[in-house]
C-alpha cells in the first residue's frame, strides 16, 4: 500500500486521480476508432463478397430452365437491395426466407413485386442525354439480360440501356421487333424524346434531332411492324439557323416550292394556293420540315405573298431569308415592276422587310389570252396588246352576254402574234355560243373546250371557228352536248382498257358456262369503255376446266401473250362471222340483260344453260344417185356421206356467254369476237378479252 508523505491532503490528492481517469479514456478512444477503422476496411468488403455470392446463388435458384432468374439482388454493406418480380407471393416468400437467412446480413430492402396482367400493356422508351431509359411493362416471358441483348442492334454503339421496366403478362405478339424498330426510331429524336407501344399501337412524342432525320423517321413511319398500327405522332421539326422559303417560277408557268415549312397543316395550305397561282396547274413541292422561323412572322402569309410576287413574273424565284424578301428573274410586263414595287413596301407581312430586287422584261412568249365562261360570269385573263384591242373584245363579249358579269383581268403586254385581235373576233363568238366553256389562245394556237346545248350545234361551231381563223392560225375543239359521251381517242382507249383488263379474267365454275353475279362489274366497265372508244375490239378466248382432258389437250394461250399476228385472218373472220351471226339472232328475239335477282332471271340462266348444250349443225349431205347397173361390181361412191360438225366445247361455250352479254350490253357486233382455232386457255386465268384494235 502506498503511503502518503508526512503533510499531505487525502481530499486534494482524490480529484487529481479522477480527472486521470476520465483523460485515460480520451486517450484510448482515438486508438479504438483507428482499430475499427482497420477492421471495418478489412472485413467489410470480404463480408460484402460473402453474403454477395451466397445471394446470387440463391438469386439464380428462381430461375426456371433455359430462362433469367427473376430476381435480382445488390449487396450495400451487409443489407441486400432486391428487385424482380416473382411468378406469386409463395414465390417471393421463400426467396425472402432463404435470403434474411444467410448470415451476417442486417436487413433486405425491396420492392419484389408479382407478375400481374397489364392492361392496357404500356412500354416506354425515353432517350436522354447519357443513353435510354426504359419504363412501363415488359414481358414476363422475357428476362432483362435477353431483352438488352436484343435491343442492342437498335441502339448507337456504347449507348446505356437501363431497363426499369417491370415484368408483366399480356405482352403483344411480336414485342421484342417491335421494341427494336421503336427504339430505332428513336435515335432520329433528341435527349427528353420519347417513344410508347401501348399493345399494339406506336405513339411518338419529341423533336426531330435534324431535317434529314425527320425525314427518314416519318417514311420509316410508314412500315410499321406487321399487326402495329400508329397512335400520336407529335414530332417536331428540327430547329435550323438559317431558314429560307423560296418560290420559283418557271418559263411554261409552273411552280416550284423549295426551302422549308414549319409544319404539315402549313404545307398544305401553301401547296393548295400554289395550285391556284400556277398557270399550267403544275406544282413541285421540295419543301423540308423544320422550324427556325422568326416567331414574328407568319408563315402562311408569308408564303401568300412570295406566291403572289411569284405571280407577277414570266420566270424567276422569290426568296425569304434572314427575313427579308429577294426577286430575281423576269417581270411578267413593264405594269407589273411598280405593282411589285408597291407590294414590297406595303404589302409584306408583319417580320418582313424587302430584300435584293434585280428584275428584267421581255416580249411575251407565249403570249396567252384566256377566256372562261362558268355560271353567272365570264373572265378573261392574260394579255392584250393595246387598249383598242381590249375595248373591242370587250365590245363583243357584251353584245352577246345577256345575264353573265363580265370580269376582265387582262393585262397590257408586248410580243401579240399579228392578226391576235381579228382571232379574238372570231373566238369570242363561237365562245359566247357554249353554255360553258374555256377559250385559250397561245401564240397563233386556239383552244375552245365546253359544252354546247346542241350536237349538231357543237359540229357548226367547230366547222366555222376553223374556217374562220386568220391565215397561219389553228384551231382546235373539243366540246360536248348534254347527255352526249365524249369519244376517246384511240391511244387512251388502250391505255383505259390495259388499265381496266389487269388480272385474270372471269372463271366459270366447273363444268357451267352460266354468268355469275360477280361478272357483271367488270363486263359492264368493258362495255362503257366500248360506247366511247368505236375502234375498240375484243378478241374474246374461253377457257377450260383443270380435269377437262380436251382442254388439257389443247395449248393453252394466255390473253396477255395473243399478238395480232398469231390470228390470221380467216380466223378473225370466221369469229366475226360467228359473232355476227349471234347478234342476228338476238335481234330477232330482242331480249334485255337479265340478272339473278331480276324479274325474268330465271328465264335467262335457262337460255345461258341452252346455249351451252346447244350446237350449231349442218345437215347431213347424201351422196348422189348413181344407176347401179353402171357401177362396176364392188365400186362405191367416190364421196362418203358428210357428218355432222361438232358443237362447241365448253370453252367456246363460255366465250359465246360473255360476247353475248357484251353485245345485249351495248357493243356493235364487230367491235367482239370469240377466237376460234380451237384456242383454249388455263383455268386459273379465266376467260381472256384482249384488245385487238
Not at 276 to 292: C, I, L, T, Y
Not at 610 to 627: E, H, I, Q
Request: charged letters at 25%; a neutral charge; glycine letters at 8%.
Amino acid at each position: 500500500m502506498r503511503h502518503l508523505p508526512p503533510g499531505s491532503d487525502v481530499s486534494a490528492a482524490s480529484p487529481f486521480r479522477d480527472r486521470c481517469r476520465r483523460l485515460g479514456w480520451a486517450v484510448g478512444l482515438p486508438g479504438l476508432a483507428a482499430i475499427l477503422g482497420v477492421s471495418a476496411a478489412w472485413i467489410t468488403p470480404r463480408v460484402e463478397d460473402r453474403l454477395g455470392a451466397e445471394a446470387d446463388a440463391i438469386a439464380r435458384a428462381t430461375a426456371e430452365p433455359g430462362a433469367e432468374p427473376w430476381l435480382r439482388v445488390a449487396v450495400a454493406g451487409r443489407d441486400l437491395i432486391l428487385n424482380g418480380e416473382a411468378a406469386d407471393a409463395a414465390t417471393r416468400d421463400t426467396a425472402h426466407r432463404r435470403l434474411a437467412a444467410l448470415p451476417g446480413v442486417r436487413r433486405l430492402v425491396g420492392p419484389v413485386g408479382l407478375v400481374a396482367l397489364a392492361s392496357p400493356f404500356v412500354w416506354i422508351a425515353t432517350r436522354s442525354r447519357d443513353g435510354v431509359d426504359l419504363t412501363g411493362s415488359r414481358p414476363a416471358e422475357i428476362g432483362v439480360g435477353a431483352l438488352a441483348e436484343q435491343l442492342a442492334p437498335a441502339l448507337e454503339p456504347g449507348t446505356p440501356l437501363r431497363d426499369q421496366a417491370h415484368a408483366a403478362l399480356g405482352g403483344p405478339p411480336d414485342f421484342t421487333a417491335a421494341a427494336t424498330y421503336a427504339l430505332a426510331r428513336l435515335r432520329a429524336l433528341t435527349p427528353g424524346s420519347r417513344i410508347m407501344l401501348e399493345d399494339t399501337r406506336l405513339s411518338i412524342l419529341g423533336e426531330a434531332a435534324s431535317v434529314s432525320d425527320d425525314e427518314a423517321l416519318r417514311a420509316a413511319l410508314t412500315d410499321l411492324p406487321m399487326g402495329y398500327s400508329l397512335g400520336r405522332i407529335a414530332i417536331l421539326p428540327a430547329m435550323i439557323p438559317n431558314f429560307r422559303f423560296v418560290v420559283t417560277r418557271s418559263a411554261e408557268g409552273g411552280l416550284d416550292l423549295s426551302g422549308y415549312v414549319v409544319s404539315d397543316a402549313v404545307r398544305a395550305e401553301i401547296r393548295g394556293e400554289a395550285a391556284a397561282a400556277a398557270e399550267n396547274g403544275q406544282v413541285m413541292d421540295r419543301m423540308r420540315n423544320a422550324r427556325g422561323l422568326p416567331p414574328e412572322i407568319d408563315a402562311a402569309a408569308m408564303a401568300r405573298v412570295a406566291l403572289q410576287l411569284a405571280g407577277l413574273m414570266q420566270e424567276g424565284s422569290v426568296t425569304v431569308a434572314e427575313a427579308r424578301v429577294s426577286l430575281s428573274g423576269v417581270a411578267m410586263d413593264a405594269q407589273a415592276i411598280p405593282e411589285i414595287d408597291t407590294l414590297l413596301r406595303t404589302g409584306l407581312p408583319a417580320g418582313l422587310a424587302r430584300g435584293d430586287v434585280a428584275l428584267t422584261t421581255r416580249p411575251l412568249s407565249p403570249y396567252r389570252v384566256a377566256m372562261r365562261r362558268d355560271g353567272d360570269s365570264v373572265t378573261l385573263t392574260g394579255h392584250l396588246p393595246d387598249t383598242a384591242t381590249r375595248e373591242a373584245l370587250l365590245g363583243t363579249l357584251r353584245a352577246r352576254l345577256f345575264r353573265e358579269r363580265l370580269i376582265d383581268r387582262t393585262r397590257l403586254g408586248q410580243g401579240a402574234p399579228a392578226e391576235l385581235a381579228r382571232a379574238l373576233q372570231v373566238t369570242a363568238g363561237s365562245f359566247t355560243l357554249l353554255a360553258k366553256g374555256e377559250a385559250r389562245i397561245a401564240d397563233r394556237s386556239v383552244t375552245l373546250t365546253g359544252e354546247s346545248l346542241y350536237p349538231q350545234g357543237a359540229r357548226r361551231i367547230a366547222v366555222d371557228l376553223s374556217a374562220a381563223m386568220p391565215q397561219g392560225w389553228n384551231a382546235e375543239t373539243t366540246l360536248t352536248s348534254p347527255g352526249a359521251t365524249a369519244v376517246r381517242t384511240p391511244e387512251a382507249c388502250v391505255t383505259a382498257f390495259d388499265a381496266g383488263a389487269a388480272g385474270p379474267g372471269p372463271v366459270f365454275s366447273p363444268g357451267s358456262a352460266t354468268l355469275k353475279p360477280a361478272f357483271y362489274p367488270r363486263l359492264d366497265a368493258i362495255a362503257a369503255l366500248a360506247k366511247t372508244c368505236p375502234t375498240l375490239r375484243l378478241l374474246i378466248t374461253g377457257h377450260g376446266d383443270p380435269s377437262d382432258p380436251a382442254a388439257s389437250a389443247k395449248t393453252a394461250v394466255a390473253n396477255s401473250t395473243l399478238d395480232k399476228t398469231a390470228v390470221d385472218k380467216p380466223t378473225v373472220e370466221s369469229a366475226v362471222e360467228s359473232t355476227a351471226s349471234l347478234e342476228a339472232t338476238r335481234l330477232e328475239k330482242p331480249e334485255t340483260v337479265k340478272r339473278p335477282g331480276d324479274k325474268g332471271s330465271d328465264k335467262q340462266d335457262s337460255k345461258d344453260k341452252s346455249l351451252a348444250k346447244t350446237a350449231p349443225k349442218t345437215a347431213p349431205k347424201t351422196a348422189p344417185k348413181t344407176d347401179s347397173a353402171k357401177r362396176a361390181p364392188g365400186q362405191t361412191d367416190a364421196k362418203p356421206a358428210a357428218t355432222a360438225e361438232p358443237g362447241p366445247d365448253l370453252a367456246q361455250q363460255r366465250a359465246l356467254a360473255i360476247v353475248d352479254y357484251l353485245l345485249q350490253a351495248g357493243l356493235r357486233p364487230d367491235q367482239v369476237a370469240i377466237a376460234a382455232g380451237g384456242t383454249v386457255r388455263p383455268a386459273a386465268e379465266g376467260v381472256g378479252i384482249a384488245n385487238r384494235s
